[in-house]
């Protein structure tokens, strides 16, 4: 059974959900929203983190002088 604090955090997800989510149509908002924070959950704690050194993300603007 899911704690008060989890509870608070669902409601509050079902609260807010996002206008593509609402326009799915639930029955049951709380239900959509245990199910979108457990898929988050479930991403955060399982993603896959490359080895070996960070990788950069970078756009031309940031290595690139501007040419006036």
Not at 38 to 48: E, F, H, I, N, Q
Not at 58 to 66: A, C, G, L
Request: charged letters at 40%; a negative charge.
């Amino acid at each position: 059974m899911p704690d008060d604090k989890d509870s608070k955090r669902v409601q509050r997800r079902a609260d807010t959900l996002l206008p593509e989510e609402q326009a799915a149509g639930s029955d049951d908002p709380n239900a959509q929203a245990e199910e979108i924070l457990a898929d988050s959950d479930a991403r955060t704690d399982y993603r896959d983190v490359p080895e070996g050194p960070p990788i950069e993300h970078r756009t031309s603007e940031d290595t690139v002088e501007p040419t006036d």
